[in-house]
């Protein structure tokens, strides 16, 4: 039997801040953050993001965002178009709604991370994921919690990933 | 412990039993939860999914198993694969369509096996799998269905709905075929009739009210979802509109022939109410169709329904609104048949344009002039679709420009005298009419205020902005004589109707002014 078809598996990263992070983070928060990073996966020649409105789908680099700052290659994977797909729509009804997105907790960096894994097995670099705890361990993180708990970041420029039967 | 290992192969392959082999725990991560399993080390693929669909009551052939991005196959062991105690494998449960779903081109509708329902799903992705079929007999339907596809592609969840009712009707005596699952090599004949019913029921008007009448219920359906208000599901619904006034269109056409039959046996009937008197009968038809799309919340959604229904209506509006007093019916004739003739060609260049310009779909939703368009023909004209746009954008600044104009172009105007008496028609059909003629009558006033000279004062601003341009060449010699106030100029010859010497007189009498 002929080896299966591998589909390359990218890390698309975008620093919301545009660099301000880089410059302003050591006189506000008191340590160096590099960005305030969003992170998406591409694969199968689409960008797939979660953020307030669910689990979204653009052409890589389509979002308002523009191209990213830096792509991290994850892997290859086996999982064909169809089972990806079959796979989000099933994590958009349960784990990632809309409803369930929270800055600190369970942002676009956590979907990210939960699919390269289920995709390739690995997870993403870690100084994304430690983003929010690197945050709130400052005492203008503790601070500012409440009003950033309130933030949700959907970048505009994505079509829903969903279920036919609009069913939630 | 390797070695042990390779003494438990080993012993497998000589004595063809399972020897004793560690238990490992694996954990199955499935989107919605994660459940650990006990097993053999060595065991197979097959007999884990068999443990697996055991517990979630689920048919094997279904369970797709992922490690480290590899899918695993039925023959593999465990072990080989590097699944160890500890591991997590992630579980992907399909819908049962695999054998089609490689001849299918669109994402299929998943589904969770505890909660399968109906079994639309499947037949909607065989019906999917059909139009692929459907598509490669006739290259017409399959550059449409190609678009179709293609423009739908973005919004899965309306293809199988929007295919769902009205194909599975049609294309009924396909059903057994459904259950057989089996990718049938090519029946010509069938495929054959099949196109031929397909394009049909295309054309069928009747058959269109249920279309529609489908579609709309699956939308109001969409609407009344209660997962959220998704901002990205305007675009969706934007293009489901647009398939439903795209067929709307359709129906109107067809109805527009048996209105200018009648028409035709009357004698002379250029005036306005006249024609509109013999279309009425077929407005209804339209009426309704667009009274049913405006029951849903999002304006600009009805706006789209009510874009493909009154692009009909408004092709006879817009050739009497001319000021030409021939008669129109030639013109009516002529622009009936120039839509009817090549239809699934002129919906793929429509679509394909639309495609290709979001931007304009969006444009086209929200402008005023929804209403007066003849869609069709504009959009596969690329040099009207350039003047369509500036139009938009011209209506745009105006409205921005002249605040008092906004409610004009944008809400309902009210009668204004004679000429309104099809306004007066628009009223007992519906209030939504009123923004059509309102745009109407804004732009017939403008026509009026450009070519007699403005008395009108209703809005002053309008009518000093035509007269500048009017009075362009007065200004200049005004000006080369040495009359520099600008303002000042502009009034005196618009006091004196134009006329440079009693202007000049005018200018000179009032030094401040």
Known sequence: ?168 | MARAREEAGDSQLVSGREPPSRVIRVSVKTPQDCQEFLLAENSSVRHFKKQISKRLHCDTDRLVLIFTGKILRDQDILSQRGIHDGATVHLVVRTRLKALASSATLPNASDHCTHRSEPSASEAAGMLARLGRLARTSPELADLFGQLAQLLMTAPESVVQFLEDPLIQGLASEKPAIASHVPEPSRPAQKHDLALRTLETLQKPARHQELLEASKQRLEALKAVPCGDNAMRPVSSDIQQLMLSTLALLIASKDYISGSDSCRGEANVPSYPDTTTTSAPARPVVQEVSVGAFTQGRGMTSNQASLGCKSGVPVLHSGQDLPSQDSQQPVEKASLTNQLRPLPSLLCQALHVLQQNPTLLHQLSSSPLRHHIPLLSILTNPRALQALIQIEQGLQILSREVPGLRPFLQDSARPRGARRVPESRAGRQGHREDPVHSTLAILQFLHELASACSQSTQSPLFSSFLTESRYQQELEQLKALGFANRSANLQALIATNGDIHAAIERLLGEPQA
Not at chain 1, 93 to 108: M, T, V
Not at chain 1, 110 to 135: H, M
Request: aromatic residues 10%; negative net charge.
């Open chain 1, 1 to 168: 039997m002929e080896p299966p078809h591998l589909y390359p598996v990218k890390l698309y990263v975008y620093d919301l801040s545009k660099g301000l992070a880089r410059r302003l983070s050591p006189i506000m928060l008191g340590k160096q953050l590099e960005g305030i990073w969003h992170t998406s996966i591409v694969v199968h020649k689409d960008e797939f993001f979660f953020g307030s409105g669910g689990i979204s789908s653009c052409p890589p680099g389509g979002t308002l965002l523009g191209p990213p700052d830096s792509v991290v290659d994850v892997g290859s994977t086996e999982v064909t178009e169809e089972i990806f797909l079959e796979y989000l729509s099933s994590l958009g009804e349960s784990l990632f709604r809309g409803e369930a997105y929270n800055l600190f907790e369970h942002n676009c960096n956590t979907f990210s991370n939960e699919v390269a894994q289920f995709l390739t097995g690995r997870k993403i670099p870690s100084y994304i994921t430690d983003l929010p705890s690197e945050v709130l361990s400052t005492p203008f993180g503790q601070a500012l919690r409440p009003l950033l708990d309130s933030i949700q970041i959907q970048p505009p420029g994505g079509n829903t990933v969903g279920r036919p039967n609009g069913q939630s």
